[in-house]
């Protein structure tokens, strides 16, 4: 579709390792109410280090769709199977979920999914919601 920024997929093993070692939070930069795009970024507790990583609603469609209908329905596709789908969105990290908006359960259930992909409980991950 024209207009649609790059997207590739990620693969979880590609992710720096400090995600899967330790106690990370994921901050988010802009607001979660009703947004199908949430801007965010993962850092290591106690450490200077930090990885872009935002939230995409694969499914909101106006004024133009954010994804094309193969990347919707591999989100949908990981989501029915417990995962999630990890993607380079216009040169991010970015975790497409089915649906049009975020509410604060779907955020939380994205960040687990993202846990669960790099293999860690998803008690070591620690959310920051902006209203």
């Known amino acids: 579709m024209p207009g649609l ?4 997929e990620v693969d979880a093993f590609d992710l720096p390792e400090w995600l899967g070692s330790g ?3 994921w901050t988010a930069l802009s607001t979660t ?7 965010g970024e993962l850092s290591e507790a106690g450490a200077a280090t930090s990885l872009g990583c935002d939230l995409l609603a694969a499914d909101h469609a106006y004024p133009q769709p954010v994804l094309d209908e193969t990347w ?3 989100a949908h596709q990981l989501w ?4 999630v789908l990890l993607v380079e969105y216009d040169g991010r990290l970015t975790l497409a979920v089915p649906g ?3 509410t604060a359960d779907e955020v939380l259930e994205s960040l687990n999914r993202l ?3 790099v293999g860690v409980k998803p008690s070591r991950f620690v959310a920051v919601l902006r209203l």
């Open 5 to 8: 920024p790059h997207v590739a």
């Open 23 to 25: 106690e990370v939070t």
């Open 33 to 39: 109410r009703g947004a199908y795009q949430v801007s």
């Open 72 to 74: 919707r329905r591999s």
């Open 80 to 83: 029915t199977y417990g995962q």
């Open 100 to 102: 049009t908006e975020f």
């Open 115 to 117: 846990a669960k992909a």
